[in-house]
């Protein structure tokens, strides 16, 4: 392939880390938005460390592995489009990241770099920690997952490794993502229960699900394919069992069509910074060896709130 159809190598100034005892970055492009830095600070300011995390808005992998080197570096977050490609540069993979085939979070071990992937932590404890009686409201229950590629392998992982959801209803526009992540959830051993709903007749015969994963932008269906995953989703919010949805987009609102629809269906909606946090403070402990229950969540979601009000204006 010439250099005239690669996407340029966007790179940015090294971010000054003088002040600091020590730091992390957050490595993807684009970024700007993004409240992770706000959090992170959040949490090392209550424990008393004079740390920070520091956006990283650069598509060259060669800069983030130079300024892994520093001794300073606590461990680093990686986003879109870094998550796959930063794979064959670590040291190790945990048992997360191998069975996601995605990495979010870089931590030391001694001299080695391991990737990990803590999405899954956070979209089960968003469901844990907000919903009153897990048991009951979808423990043992079918999970559904709306959307596909790397963000639906991390919920359906969740769903089935750590929620208790045997089956998982797949609902997407596009056959053929669906299969890639059957595909790959069943090499990883936890996809035999995978479901492509295609159809708002096939969503009528089945169990109704007590979880929902959304992991797609926030845009009205337009394709015919798009309106029937949308028929299939709100088939089964009008089934008689009511769980709860978490609803992964939140740029530039979390406020989405979806949430709209799920709430007024008579479900319980969370919004995705709480897999956004609980993802985070999953990435501190790897960090910082401070377990959750020693860093300040409440505090946390109440600085992203903010962040969020602000959204809504």
Request: glycine fraction near 8%.
């Amino acid at each position: 392939m010439s250099s005239q159809n690669q996407n340029p190598v966007i790179t940015c100034p090294d971010p000054d880390v003088s002040h600091l005892d020590r730091h992390g970055y957050l490595f993807g492009y684009p970024i700007a938005h993004s409240m992770s830095p706000l959090f992170h600070q959040t949490v090392y300011d209550h424990l008393g460390l004079r740390w920070s995390q520091l956006l990283l808005p650069s598509t060259d992998i060669s800069q983030f592995l130079r300024l892994l080197r520093d001794s300073r570096l606590f461990g680093s977050s990686v986003t879109m489009p870094h998550k796959l490609a930063i794979i064959p540069h670590l040291d190790d993979l945990t048992p997360e990241a191998r069975a996601v085939g995605a990495v979010n979070t870089v931590f030391r071990r001694g001299d080695q770099f391991i990737g990990t992937n803590t999405d899954t932590v956070g979209v089960a404890e968003s469901f844990i920690q907000n919903v009153q009686n897990p048991d009951s409201v979808f423990r043992g229950r079918p999970g559904a997952v709306i959307g596909g590629g790397g963000a639906a392998r991390a919920a359906v992982y969740a769903l089935v490794r750590l929620m208790g959801c045997s089956t998982v209803y797949m609902i997407n526009r596009d056959a053929s993502e669906v299969d890639a992540v059957v595909s790959w959830c069943k090499a990883q051993g936890y996809g035999g229960g995978l479901v492509h709903v295609s159809t708002a007749s096939q969503a009528e015969s089945l169990e109704g699900p007590g979880a929902i994963v959304a992991c797609v932008p926030n845009f009205p269906p337009v394709t015919e394919s798009e309106k029937e995953a949308r028929r299939v989703t709100e088939v089964f919010l009008g089934k008689p069992h009511k769980g709860a949805i978490l609803e992964m987009c939140y740029h530039p609102t979390p406020w989405t069509e979806i949430a709209a629809i799920s709430e007024k269906a008579g479900w319980q909606v969370i919004i995705g910074t709480e897999a956004v946090i609980y993802q985070g403070l999953e990435a501190n402990r790897y960090w910082t060896g401070k377990q959750t229950s020693e860093m300040p969540v409440a505090k946390v979601k109440e600085v992203i709130a903010k962040e969020l009000s602000k959204a809504k204006l």
